[in-house]
């Protein structure tokens, strides 16, 4: 287990997180050095718009998550709800396993629903239980739980990208957001409860959020349709990241080839489109499958760049004019139609511009070209 003193302050996050640098592109990666870990840190400083020092939202990228995840833990007062895609073996998982299980000795109720997919999945359901955590796998085998959040007492949520790996934790570009919100939370929270009894349900909860417009929790099918909301009533610009994707032109109402189309109309009335895709050096069968998608979007105007194959860009983000939609959703049947995944809407101004810091540090250590295969 990593040694670790009391949990950190979220100002300490911002200050500590690092970046692995692409030592092939050495300026510009020192361009990402410095502006890709101060991501969150703008919600502490302040700003010019009158916003509180402490703001309902924060974003976590990159590795700011661990240390996010370890401050709401050890702050949960009564009761920890999560949902995750994965638990892999390795050094940073036993940090989480470790946090999780010192909540349960201080007499905490946490529940972990884990994907019955991942054969790693099965062992990290033991290893939970005999620390006291109660865990256990979905219940349906033909549907994927990738959903990956946290919610403390059903006042704070912690959602995004960042799977419980230590590459996830540890290498790799992810973006999540760290709402405090009993709406959303609470919202979530029933979400759980249904995921618990039967993850075979696909409807969202019965419940209703706050009219709070600075953010708002979505699920399953709620992505799609809020997500082609707002990319087709854009005005100005947005940014975006792509994990992993499938281009279907044959079938225009596959939701890929939805937001693929609502992305290409934007960039046509004169919105600037700019997206990030991701280049493995280990998965050629995602590198082409993203290369169909850019062609097709840079061929409609939508200006793409692809990340350095040395560092994984795991995020699933859109910047879209003044809001942000962080989810846990590929751009994929399988992520927007069929998955169960999470994610929320957020309008907070700090929480945008640490999220253009992120964006513009990771598009100026991008290039144009697909890297050597």
Known sequence: ??????????????????????????????????????????????????????PDSILVCDRA???????????????????????????ATDEII???????????????LLDEEISDNHTGVDRLLARGVNAKLD????VRVHAKMVVADGEQTLLGSTNWSTASIDYNHECNVKL?????????????????????????????????ARHRALVNDGLLSHLLEHIEAASESIDFTMYA?????????????????ALASAASRGVLVRGVADWSDW?????????????????????????????????????????????????????????????AWVTETSVREDFQQWFDALWADSQDTPPAR
């Open 245 to 261: 994707t499938y281009l279907q032109p044959s079938d225009p109402s596959a939701p890929a080839m939805q937001v693929f189309a």
């Open 65 to 91: 998550y661990e240390p996010t995840f370890v401050d709401l833990v050890d702050s949960a007062r009564e009761r920890i709800d999560i949902v995750q895609w994965e638990l892999l073996d390795g050094v």
């Open 180 to 212: 405090k919100n009993s709406g959303s939370a609470s919202y979530l929270v029933a979400w759980i409860d249904q995921l618990w009894k039967d993850s075979s349900l696909r409807q969202p909860p019965a419940l209703e959020q706050s009219n709070d």
């Open 98 to 112: 470790e946090v999780l299980g010192a909540a349960a000795d201080r007499g905490l109720a946490i529940r972990v």
């Open 139 to 142: 219940n349906n085998a033909s």
């Open 283 to 343: 998965n050629p069968g995602n590198n082409e499958s993203n290369q169909d998608a850019v062609n097709w979007l840079e061929t409609r105007g939508v200006d793409m760049r692809w990340e350095q194959p040395d560092v994984l860009t795991h995020a699933k983000a859109f910047r879209i004019d003044d809001g942000l939609q962080i989810q846990t959703a590929n751009v994929s049947s399988g992520g927007l139609a069929y998955n169960h995944e999470a994610g």
């Open 1 to 54: 287990m990593r040694s670790r003193g009391p949990a950190p302050a979220t100002t300490t996050t911002c200050e500590t997180a690092t970046l692995r640098l692409n030592t092939r592109a050495p300026v510009l990666a020192l361009l990402a050095g410095l502006a890709l870990p101060l991501a969150g840190c703008a919600a502490h400083l302040g700003s010019n718009s009158g916003e509180p020092l402490a």
